[in-house]
């Protein structure tokens, strides 16, 4: 049962921008955490951003930090991720998640630590990036 879908994804150049967004079903959706992840072939996936909390506080991880951007529409039980000044190491398959887990939104925790955080998982949106 897919319960977070995501999409936006494509191929850009380098410096060019893409809007992610992933819908949730509202049995899905969590103001705990809204987190974006990411992963490259042959790397962990990664955290990229979170949104969390009921006043939708934020956090990145340094690589994309003044360049993505995550939001969410409560109404629409939807997420988005706004990605600017796009690199070619941002290319990879990018992940929406939820959950209602403790320590959901410490983005420098140990990859697979946040990631088991996580409850529900979107398929993916491959996001390219040339350089």
């Known amino acids: 049962q897919v319960r977070l879908v995501e999409s936006g994804g494509g191929s850009v150049q380098a410096g060019g921008s893409l809007r992610l967004s992933c819908a949730a079903e509202?049995?899905?959706?969590?103001?705990?955490?809204m987190g974006w992840f990411r992963q490259a072939p042959g790397k962990e996936r990664e955290a990229v951003a979170v949104?969390?909390?009921?006043?939708?506080?934020?956090d990145y991880v340094d690589s994309v930090k003044g360049r993505f951007y995550i939001s969410r529409d409560d109404a629409k039980t939807t997420v988005y991720l706004q990605m600017d000044s796009l690199r070619p190491e941002d290319t990879a398959m990018y992940y929406c998640?939820?959950?209602?887990?403790?320590?959901?939104?410490?983005?420098?925790?140990?990859?697979?630590?946040?990631?088991?955080?996580?409850?529900?998982w979107g398929q993916g949106t491959q996001v390219t990036v040339s350089s």
């Open positions: 509202a049995s899905a959706y969590s103001t705990t955490c």
């Open positions: 949104i969390y909390g009921r006043s939708a506080m934020t």
């Open positions: 998640a939820a959950s209602q887990s403790a320590g959901c939104a410490v983005l420098d925790a140990p990859s697979r630590t946040l990631v088991n955080k996580y409850t529900y």
